[in-house]
T-cell receptor, first 117, second 113 residues
């Protein structure tokens, strides 16, 4: 069964460093998302991406964050200068289509645990 | 702003008992609602998606109901098993433009053998 994959599973970085989290969405999906979950808190939406551009972003997704689809299979989240409060589990998700074309489920990857020290 | 609440935060039941998990949302203008399962330190597994036009959705021992006008959904798990122990999350998608999911805080379930 197709699934969303994410690498690495765990990333430790020092404050101020740049990190790139990688995701491979399900191959026929058109919409891609990043969410995060700070330990003990709710899962929060960060950004959605369609047709090589951001379709929606939350107030969390400031200039320190960027997303890219560098090729036909990968989808990345970059944090330019990490802060202690960026420590969280980051989930990538994908879905077949959007609200306007018939809504389908979002499928989530296993997550990358980011620890900023 | 949409707020999603799940009560109780934790639930412990003996094996074989039926589970009833609640989800409420403040803005009834949703497009759909998804229920997820999350095991400790793991990702989210989609269990059921229920469209705003549906009242109910079933998959095996799982049944989800939706009362959009009152802003509530309930997930029923029949004949619980120890393997059902996990955190269950509900999430809603807005009815207006936008695909983001807004999540509840989850209900942590323990099924005791």
């Amino acid at each position: 069964e197709p699934e969303v994959t994410q690498t690495p599973s765990h990333q430790v970085t020092q404050m101020g460093q740049e990190v790139i989290l990688r995701c491979v969405p399900i191959s026929n999906h058109l919409y891609f998302y990043w969410y995060r979950q700070i330990l003990g808190q709710k899962v929060e939406f960060l950004v959605s991406f369609y047709n090589n551009e951001i379709s929606e972003k939350s107030e969390i997704f400031d200039d320190q964050f960027s997303v890219e689809r560098p090729d036909g299979s990968n989808f990345t989240l970059k944090i330019r200068s990490t802060k202690l409060e960026d420590s969280a589990m980051y989930f990538c998700a994908s879905s077949e289509s959007s609200l306007w074309q018939g809504t389908y489920e979002q499928y989530f990857g296993p997550g990358t645990r980011l620890t900023v020290t | 702003k949409q707020e999603v609440t799940q009560i109780p935060a934790a639930l412990s039941v003996p094996e074989g008992e039926n589970l009833v998990l609640n989800c409420s949302f403040t803005d009834s203008a949703i497009y759909n609602l998804q229920w997820f399962r999350q095991d400790p330190g793991k990702g989210l597994t989609s269990l059921l998606l229920i469209q705003s036009s549906q009242r109910e959705q079933t998959s095996g021992r799982l049944n989800a109901s939706l009362d959009k006008s009152s802003g509530r959904s309930t997930l029923y798990i029949a004949a619980s098993q120890p393997g059902d122990s996990a955190t269950y999350l509900c999430a809603v998608r807005p009815g207006a433009a936008g695909n983001k999911l807004t999540f509840g805080g989850g209900t942590r379930v323990l099924v005791k053998p």
